[in-house]
Structure formats: C-alpha cells, structure tokens
C-alpha cells in the first residue's frame, strides 16, 4: 500500500471501505488495484450508486440482452444486476474476509428502499437478497426507520449480516444497537453461532452540516457562523460515545461471551460538499478504534495524497461536541426537525435514484426485446 495516512488509518482502528461500486470498477481490475495499493476492505453500495453504474457505458448491456430473452420483469432485472455485481465483489474480497476473520471484505446490498416503512417486506427482501448473493462476506442494507427496526432483529436473528444504514439521530441509534442486541439474543435462542453474524451502523455525516449550515447562515450571525462545519462531526463523535456505552453493559458481555461480534459504527456521507472545509475532514476527525469509515473515491484519494492521521480524533472531545449540540438548541436549530428531515430526505432520496433506475433499465429491456 503506498499511503502513509491510509495505513496511519488502519493501525488506528480504522477499517477503510469504498463507498462504489460499479462492474467496470470490477472488469477492469480497478477494485483489485484499490485493495492492492490504497487498503480498501471493503465496499458499500446504495440505489444512488447502482443508478449511476448502470445508467453509464455499456458494461450491462450483454445481461440485460440475457435478461430481456428470458422474459424478466424490470424488477427483476435489477435485482439480477445487482446481485451479480455484489456477488463478484464479494468473491474479490474473499482474501480480505478470510484474512480478517469476517471482519472485514465485505460488501454491502441495500433492500429496495421503497420498502423502508414496511417492516415484512423489508425482511422477505433482505432474506432474498442473501440468498441470491450466496456469499458470507455480504451485508444487507435496512434503513434505521421505526419499522426497519424490528426487520434489523429478524434478519439478524435469521444468521444474515447486517449494515443498518441512514442514522441521523443518536437516540435513533440507541434504538438500532438495541435491535441489534435482540436480534443476537434471538439468534442465540436459535442455536445459530453468533459468531458468524456481523453488523455495521452506518452514521451519517457531512448530510447534518449540510442542513445545520443552511439554518445557520439563515441567522446570519457571528455566533451562528462561529458554529458552521462542526455539527456532522460532534453528532458522530457522541454517537461513538453511545457505542461505548452500549458495549460496555453486562447486556453485551453476555452476548460477546457467547462469541458475539461488536456491530461497528460505520461513518458514511463522508465526502465533503462544502468546498470551504478540508476534504479530508470527516475522515480525519473520526479516528477511533473499531469504526469503519466507508469514502466516496474522491475522498480516498484526497486522504492517501494529504490527509493527517494524529491518533484518536473523538473520544477525547465528547464534552466539546456535545457543547455544540447544545449551542445549536439555544440558537433555535431542532436536532429532533434536523435528524428527522434528514431521514425523510435520505429515503426520499434512494427512492428517487430507484425510480430512475427502473426507468433506466426499462428503457434498455424494450431497446433489447426490439
């Protein structure tokens, strides 16, 4: 690897994934090369990143001639996509998986996001999209909405690994490590080895300064601009300060006796859309052990070419982030409106790069059956 700071990362704890994935990405050797000389171990995909892919080049084009002979619905076609996509990165990071003992050579596959407020379905997807993926380096995507919870304990209490993904809110993500305790207990109660199961939860950051800026500005005061650019961070830093808490009951001890593994914080949203802050810095800010930082390509690279890793960046600073919670409440900014619009919008969002794609892959069905 030839990244000084990408390695300072992983000596901290740190587990670097790729936030993309497209099957060019995998033909051309490209997702072997970033495993091989910038230490990704790992990869996450959302319906944004799959409407991307699939809506350029032509790398597609020969499975959905394939698919449009047999007759497949637009649905399924672009569960065979995917699946196909996700199952070859898995076998890609299978050294990873194995050599990391699971921990880490995993790729994500999220369920149909149209599905994000319906608990059974969520569930009956997930268990397909295991099945059709068939690897043991797979993770499955549920949003962290009120009835993505209950589907979190199911899938996991079924031996599926999990990335529970779109949390904003810190009690939101008490409520996600308490699903994922109940789905181990579950899992537990079923004979399943829990050590097999595996979990991530994926935080979202540079979304929170996103809005908590635009508010800000429209206060247009010192105090309000003294306070732009430092809410993303401190959210995620006292989410990591609930991990530690969560992990250290007798709860966990009991399931971490068992053979249980930790679920990971994840931090996500990680590219910079402020062109004012560093573009390294919520990678750089988020330095403690244990977590997963999964980056768009952009700021992978910005990291290996001049990002600075001094050691742990958040367990140090818990009173000073939640100082600057505080400070946004007595300026009138809602952290409950802020987390809760985020959720709606990050749903709406993947729902909206479905619908696209659908239409994308629709449009080449008729082109092929022509």
């Not at 990165?89 to 990873?96: E, M, N, Q």
């Not at 993770?139 to 779109?166: C, R, Y």
Request: charged share 25%; hydrophobic share 40%.
């Amino acid at each position: 690897m030839t990244s000084t700071a990408l390695q300072d990362l992983a000596a901290h704890g740190v587990s670097v994934w790729l936030d993309d994935l497209s099957r060019e990405r995998l033909t051309s050797g490209n997702l072997q090369r970033l495993i091989d000389e910038r230490g990704i171990v790992g990869v996450t995909t959302n319906p944004s990143i799959f409407q991307a892919a699939l809506a350029e080049g032509h790398a597609y084009d020969a499975q959905v001639r394939e698919l449009a002979g047999a007759g497949r619905t637009v649905d399924e076609a672009v569960f065979a996509l995917t699946t196909q996509d996700v199952r070859d990165a898995c076998d890609v990071f299978r050294p990873v998986h194995e050599a990391t003992g699971g921990r880490d050579g995993r790729v994500s596959i999220e369920v149909d996001p149209r599905l994000a407020h319906d608990t059974a379905r969520t569930v009956e997807e997930a268990t397909a999209l295991a099945a059709a993926v068939d690897r043991p380096n797979v993770l499955i995507k549920i949003p962290a909405t009120v009835e993505g919870l209950p589907a979190i304990s199911q899938v996991l209490a079924s031996g599926v690994s999990v990335n529970v993904t779109l949390i904003f809110a810190l009690d939101r993500y008490r409520a996600v490590m308490n699903a994922f305790l109940t789905g181990l207990e579950q899992a537990r109660e079923h004979g399943r080895d829990l050590s097999t199961i595996h979990s991530v939860a994926s935080f979202f950051v540079s979304r929170v300064d996103t809005e908590v800026d635009g508010r800000l500005d429209a206060l247009g005061t010192e105090e309000a601009a003294a306070l732009r650019g430092k809410a993303g961070v401190a959210n995620a830093r006292l989410a990591y300060q609930a991990f530690e808490e969560v992990f250290s009951t007798p709860r966990w001890g009991s399931l971490a006796d068992a053979g249980a593994n930790a679920q990971r914080p994840l931090w996500a949203s990680t590219g910079v859309k402020d062109p004012a802050y560093p573009d390294t810095l919520y990678v750089t800010e988020l330095v403690a052990p244990g977590t997963v930082n999964t980056m768009p390509e952009k700021t992978l690279e910005a990291t290996a070419d001049h990002g600075e890793v001094v050691g742990d960046t958040v367990t140090p600073y818990y009173a000073e982030a939640a100082e600057v919670l505080d400070s946004l409440e007595r300026l009138g900014i809602s952290y409950s409106e802020v987390t809760a619009q985020l959720e709606r919008e990050g749903v709406d969002k993947f729902e909206s790069s479905w619908r696209e794609l659908l239409a994308g892959i629709t449009r080449e069905l008729e082109k092929a059956s022509a």
